[in-house]
């Protein structure tokens, strides 16, 4: 884990800004915050538990590259069953919003080997949002990429057939479709 203060050209302060950036001009200070607030973790293994559920933690992990997931395990059957999947630019919260003290269903664990991400204390992001306005483009963008997928996700749940719901998950969700396996 790369811990400390980051250097500007660390790959989870290029990829937070580069992200951020698209939707908003940022300016010096940002970057500054940027390398004060962030933990990269690199190279997790599959299966890292970054969250379990009921643990009180309020951070956001922000995916780089690989995959992370809010997973909860079914007792009737002893399988995994996964709530969300966390692909790169989405973040995965451990409360149901920021100003939430309840904890999030599930956990949050690494479902591919060399996932990469970020970790940010709710409690930087709402002391930025006390300063900068710009934090509000940053929570909306990792919050709509989300409900983006959970509103897809709620669709194909209710479809008929197992295979009906299948194909429908191919199609809307090609590139989530891809990098998960047939289990998942």
Known sequence: YD???LRNNNPGIRFLIQLWSKYCELEDFHLEWAKKHIRCLTELKKNHLLYYEGEHKKEIYIVIKGLIGRVIEN????????????????????????????????????????????????????????????????????????KKQMSALRRISLEGTAFEKCLLFAEELPQLCKRLSHQE
């Open 75 to 146: 007792d009737d059957t002893g399988k995994r069953q996964i709530l969300s999947v966390g692909t790169s630019g989405m973040g995965l919260m451990t409360t149901n919003h920021l100003y939430s003290s309840t904890p999030s269903k599930g956990d949050i664990i690494v479902l591919r080997p060399g996932t990469k991400i970020i970790q940010l204390s709710y409690r930087s992001i709402l002391e930025l949002r006390e300063m900068d306005r710009n934090a509000d483009i940053l929570i909306n963008v990792l919050a709509n990429k989300k």
């Open 3 to 5: 811990m400390g203060r």
